[in-house]
Nanobody, 115 residues
Framework: QVQLVESGGGLVQPGGSLRLSCAASGSFSINVMGWYRQAPGKERELVAEITTTGATNYVDPVKGRFTISRDFAKNTVYLQMNSLKPEDTAVYYC??????????WGQGTQVTVSS
């Protein structure tokens, strides 16, 4: 059984920073790890993802502000978020995709950017 535990969300002022973490445990072989977000009334969208080779992909609105990284030994993925904007407010979910093509989601962590 795969379990994902997220942490690091919270309330921050515009221009501030937060770091999200997602630790995966269980029996699996991870391929891609990523972060998604869902704002009220909107669909869940990809924010960033990272492969086993360290290749990264970001959506345009977060490029230059967010950085995704991965600790292979700990099966943990991080999302460093800088220069946060009110439009970054959302529930952030981590997702892992295994080599056997299974996808697993975290429980979500709220990020609120407001003065």
């Amino acid at each position: 059984q795969v379990q994902l535990v997220e942490s690091g969300g919270g309330l921050v002022q515009p221009g501030g920073s937060l770091r999200l973490s997602c630790a995966a445990s269980g029996s699996f072989s991870i391929n891609v790890m990523g972060w998604y977000r869902q704002a009220p009334g909107k669909e869940r969208e990809l924010v960033a993802e990272i492969t086993t080779t360290g290749a990264t992909n970001y959506v345009d609105p977060v490029k230059g502000r967010f950085t995704i990284s991965r600790d292979f030994a700990k099966n943990t993925v991080y999302l460093q978020m800088n220069s946060l904007k009110p439009e970054d407010t959302a529930v952030y979910y981590c997702k892992i995709s295994t080599w056997s093509r299974n996808n697993y989601w975290g429980q979500g962590t709220q990020v609120t950017v407001s003065s």
